[in-house]
């Protein structure tokens, strides 16, 4: 196991009809004047937003608002977001949304004490001051409520491109998943796919003996893998709801990865597909991913029949292991699909045409991007190629 | 499942060598005149307590020293803590050692600021008030080092209570494996026990369909499984230990345990044995916990037959569910008796006799514990007595 920090501050207040104590959580955390950052309106026609107007108001918290978050959230909103907070003196800002608003907003928290242009945090400079951000989550996905994580699209040659730092950490996160219950289908599959490929990220890695982080890791996994379904088939399943939303956040606060080397090929390569085509995020990597693991399942076969046999239910052939990776990858990929899932280039609207392009965004040059097996830039197109004619 | 509040500050400092950084951390949260509370002269021979004392040094923060702790802290060690600190005007206190040490620093932690006894606070009293308290850890067992949970015994009466609060979660710990390959292979055995209890004593629940921290709790359990017959083996296995250390804090921060009903019988039957006879918890823990599930298991057949079955690979008896259940506990004891722990009373040093004692000093007079399964006197008398007499 390699050295390492790990530190998730962020207070969870989880349950059903949580958002009300939002003020309160605030007033906790030291807010006085709070941005509240939202997307489309349908927080506001589901009366949650005015749950948190006047949680805020019976605490005495004073607010401003801005909506209009997209999926892919932009620079130019953020600039705006940004001008807003400068002239009211808001001190706290508070997403309420799915990872979306809540990237959004950590990038307005960073931007507010910045003397810059915050998109150097988002191209390498260091995060050294943001105004703290707390979450009211409607989505179980991008386990953005406790990451240190954003990721942002500069609206300029659509370049998507994230940072981390601690600081973005939020104070709280409202998790109630009841608000996820109205959620469409699609968008309930597009944040399972999210949290698998969290861990999966995790899951691929060179460093030996880890077995605690790996058996977190397929804690989450299969868990996914059993509530998702029941959430398709019955959107009102108040505890598979609940399961997916604790496991989306424990995917992604880095519980499962510490000590180990990372991939984050297959998030690299999805954001310019996304950049691109402006596709959701998780029915992007459901075209990735699976690509992604038959391409390099030859670097490291027995760790590919461990996720077959411990997370997809595969029996073991140990005359012939590489046929168990390759079934477990295939029972990854009909999972998806089952759930309403794109598998191919086709079905998520992308175009095999478009590989070239989708490369040279990705910067590789004659590098490489490290990882579980490092890529170059034939073995990215070679994975997108996969992608796009991918079949159960 | 149910709501929860989860809150878990504590900056984890993980890997070989981080000792050295103490001094630092205290700095970063805000500690100006440090107590250095150890155990035994182990800490000081092994040079630990040095390396501490440098890293504070070079820091430019001041200390004083209090040595002593034994297993199963005492109060008296905490009045002498206490006044110690108020005389040289501590504002923070860091713990060297395991659980008792920091169990003994918490309450310390307590005492200071607070107008009145401290046990109060281990008896009902709620926890208002807290100096900061950081540890160095040296063995993987009682998860204090994550927990906002401290355990004291009274001398006069040798009465074991426990307190909680968030307010002594740790500002950080350091946490580093090679620190416990010295540890004999009893003391070793004795934490993994811990470890596993911690999470038994949340897995057994009567709230439904809880799959995500289900299979949290499992992926400890399976790691201490593997783990620990490997640094029984070969103490100086360093990946071991390190898979061991984490999976102990992950066991006890609660990230396990929330959202549903939780056990503790186990924890409360055996603090009587350690109390009376002063033998190490883990040890108690061996003979209080597989009797504990022989007695209850009727009363959720099918849970522990999932506990068989996936912990310790039992084949599921469809004809015949409730023999995979007893299989399970059965290979449960097994385990702990292959690693050296006690498994009767006999092996641990108690005394059948005193049964009507330890019943006696629970407390329970004509009510009941709440748990997994509610426990009248005569259940607890019939625990101890399996306890007392079981085998292989």
Not at 143 to 153: D, P
Request: glycine share 10%; net charge negative; with cysteine.
């Amino acid at each position: 196991m390699e050295n390492f920090n790990f530190y998730s501050p962020t207070e969870f207040v989880f349950g059903k009809g949580r958002a009300s104590e939002a003020g309160t959580f605030v007033k906790k955390h030291g807010g006085s004047k709070v941005l509240i950052h939202y997307g489309g309106g349908s927080a506001v026609r589901s009366g949650l937003i005015g749950v948190v107007r006047k949680s805020l108001d019976d605490a005495g918290v004073a607010y401003c608002e801005l909506g209009g978050v997209r999926p892919n959230p932009r620079d130019t909103l953020v600039y705006k977001g940004t001008e807003l907070c400068r002239k009211e003196g808001v001190d706290f800002i508070l997403a309420v949304g799915g990872g979306s608003v809540i990237d959004s907003s950590k990038a307005i928290a960073l931007a507010v004490p910045y003397d810059g242009d915050f998109w150097d945090m988002y191209s390498g400079h260091p995060v050294e001051k943001a105004l703290p951000v707390a979450t009211v989550l409607t989505i179980a996905a991008a386990g953005s409520e406790g990451s240190g994580n954003s990721v942002i699209t500069k609206e300029d040659g659509m370049l998507k491109r994230s940072t981390r730092s601690d600081l973005l950490r939020p104070k709280f996160s409202i998790m109630d998943p009841a608000l996820t219950q109205t959620l469409p289908a699609y968008q309930t599959a597009c944040g399972a796919t999210d949290i698998m490929a969290h861990v999966f990220e995790r899951y691929f890695t060179n460093t030996k003996e880890v077995e605690i982080t790996d058996r977190l890791c397929e804690a989450v996994l299969l868990t996914i893998v059993k509530e998702t379904p029941r959430v398709i088939a019955d959107p009102d399943n108040y505890d598979a709801r609940a399961n997916i939303m604790w496991a989306g956040m424990v995917a992604h606060n880095n519980i499962c990865g510490v000590g180990r080397q990372q991939d984050w090929n297959s998030h690299g390569l999805e954001h310019e597909l996304s950049g691109l085509y402006d596709v959701t995020h998780g029915a992007g990597l459901a075209v990735i991913m699976p690509s992604w693991m038959e391409y390099v399942h030859g670097h490291n076969v027995m760790r590919f029949c461990q996720m077959a046999t411990r997370i997809f239910g595969c029996q073991m052939n140990f005359e012939d292991p590489e046929a168990t990776a390759l079934e477990g990858i295939k029972r990854f990929r009909s999972f998806l699909h089952s759930i309403g899932m794109p598998i191919n280039f086709a079905e998520l609207g992308a175009k095999e045409e478009d590989i070239p392009k989708l490369v040279e965004k990705l910067g590789i040059g004659d590098g490489t991007r490290a990882g579980f097996m490092e890529l170059n830039a034939d073995d990215v197109a070679a994975i997108y190629k996969i992608a796009a004619h991918a079949e159960l």
